[in-house]
């Protein structure tokens, strides 16, 4: 056992310790504190920045503009999608962006893209979006060339199909004056068909005869999309050049996408009702949101896409849905 005198020098050297390490404790709870400080301050920091990155990343890829002070100061840049969307810029820009997808190329006179002016005024006007394919429009070369194309309302109206510009634009060189092309044109706008053009002998036959048979056969009269009998509800061409003119369609009626059809509207209405037509309008949306179509990972957010196109019936909704998505501003 220890002695008295050694019990009392342990307490002592036990005492002098603690004292001793007294300051040395102080500092490192001090030292966690100013870490803590600066962990924080770093968190803040880089929280900052992505809601910067996001707020450059929406302002552009929706507004075609850089974000102004607000929105770069805004902790949540993406709780501003609606507005951005509900802008006169975004029209602008969707409409030039779709009026691209939906045409074959550009065209030399500004009153003469009628997909590009109507595609502003559905937007515009928050109308539903099946509208630029089928609303009650008509879409003519303003009085003065410089204003583009007017929009006006028109019962016999069906989207920009019926507009002369584009029938004129698509009514292809069939000999029968079918327009091909046109038909081709409807499909591809709306269900989003993508076909390679075959190309022909100089002495192969073709007419409508002609592409009854051989590899023909498939895509003009076999496939869902049957060209020749889709074509056959559209209005037919003579003449070309300045001679060309559009005259009312031959058929009354055709088997088509497992119906009865009787004209081009009904054609529209059954495309624009199935889900290819919903699930084409939300891979242009990611096109022009990402500038390619959607991938597979992406399925939730393509999902909601659809759903939001389902419900909401616009564009903008569809959009927004999309852009609101946490992935948008990380991937």
């Known amino acids: 056992m220890l002695s008295e005198s050694r019990l009392v020098a342990r307490r002592g050297l036990r005492i002098s310790l603690i004292a001793a390490l007294a300051p040395v404790l102080a500092a490192g709870a001090a030292l966690v504190g100013k870490t803590s400080a600066h962990a924080d301050e770093a968190t803040q920091a880089d929280k900052a920045e992505t809601a910067e990155k996001c707020a450059v ?48 190329g550009p065209i030399a006179a500004a009153n003469d893209d009628p997909i590009y002016y109507l595609a ?10 099946s509208d630029l394919f089928m609303g009650p429009y ?14 006006t309302d028109d019962a016999e109206g069906l989207g920009y199909f019926r507009t002369l510009s584009w029938q ?30 075959s190309v022909g002998e100089p002495d192969d036959d073709r007419t409508a005869e002609g592409r009854k048979s051989g590899v ?8 869902w999309f049957a060209l020749d009998t889709a074509a056959e509800l559209l209005p037919t061409r003579t003449g070309t050049g300045d001679a060309l003119k559009i005259n009312p369609p031959k058929a009354t009626t055709v088997n088509l996408l497992g119906k009865e059809l009787k004209d081009d509207r009904e054609l529209v209405e059954t495309l624009v009702s199935s889900d290819a037509w919903k699930f ?20 939730a957010t393509f999902d909601a896409c659809v759903a939001a196109l389902e419900t909401g019936k616009t564009i903008q909704k569809a959009v927004a849905a999309v852009a609101k998505d946490a992935s948008f501003c990380t991937n």
């Open 57 to 104: 990343r929406l302002a552009i890829a929706l507004t075609g503009k850089s974000p102004d002070a607000a929105l770069l100061a805004d902790g949540d840049p993406q709780s501003k999608v609606d507005a951005m969307v509900a802008s006169p810029e975004f029209a602008e820009r969707f409409a030039r962006f779709i009026n691209s997808e939906f045409n074959g």
């Open 120 to 129: 502003k005024h559905v937007i515009g006007e928050g109308m539903p979006w």
């Open 138 to 151: 008509q879409v003519k070369p303003a009085a003065v060339a410089a204003n583009g194309m007017d929009v």
């Open 216 to 223: 023909c056969k498939g895509c003009h009269y076999d496939a």
């Open 168 to 197: 004129k634009r698509y009514a292809g060189n069939d000999p029968g004056g079918l327009m091909l092309v046109g038909a081709f044109r409807v499909m591809q706008n709306t269900t989003g068909l993508e076909l390679v053009p």
């Open 280 to 299: 084409n309008q939300c891979r242009e949306v990611f096109k022009f949101l990402y500038g390619r179509p959607e991938n597979q990972c992406e399925a």
